[in-house]
């Protein structure tokens, strides 16, 4: 059977620190962070406007933009993730149980901390329609909490 990755880049910039590190990390830094999010499938379009595609690029996008702008772009991540250290793994992670419930295809993301050091977060098991039910809940929950969604 065939087989397709898609990967699209997301970008933002972001401070964190990292008070348990033994190093330079637990002073107060920011970075110019780099994202993709892999999408896979068996199955493209059959038909329409989006023909021979397993998925739009611009749909993968619009399941990333809202979390960029609300949590992460120009946000201290130890604040707007509520994790006391945010490490690559973890905003990798984070973000997939974001993403996941808008964009089921989502298999894996990689975060880009520097031009050498880099993530990539791959589930173990695929999510259950029930674990994203709850993750949507928790992210609707968090944002109104925060302020971010009214």
């Not at 996941?100 to 298999?107: D, E, K, N, R, S």
Request: aromatic share 6%; charged share 25%.
């Amino acid at each position: 059977m065939d087989h397709w990755t898609l990967e699209k880049e997301f970008k933002f910039e972001a401070s964190h620190q990292l008070p348990h590190h033994d190093g330079k990390c637990a002073r107060l830094h920011g970075h110019s962070w780099k994202g993709k999010l892999y999408v896979e499938g068996e199955k493209l379009h059959p038909g329409g406007a989006k023909q021979g595609m397993l998925i739009d690029y611009a749909d993968i996008s619009a399941a990333i933009e809202g979390i960029v702008e609300g949590y992460l772009d120009h946000r201290h991540l130890n604040d707007s993730l509520d994790m006391e250290s945010p490490t690559s793994e973890l905003i990798a992670q984070w973000i997939y149980k974001m993403v996941v419930p808008i964009l089921p295809q989502l298999a894996a993301v990689r975060i880009e901390e520097t031009c050498t050091s880099a993530c990539v977060f791959r589930p173990m098991e695929k999510t259950s329609e029930s674990e994203l039910q709850d993750a949507v809940v928790r992210a609707i929950t968090d944002a109104q909490r925060c302020g971010r969604l009214e």
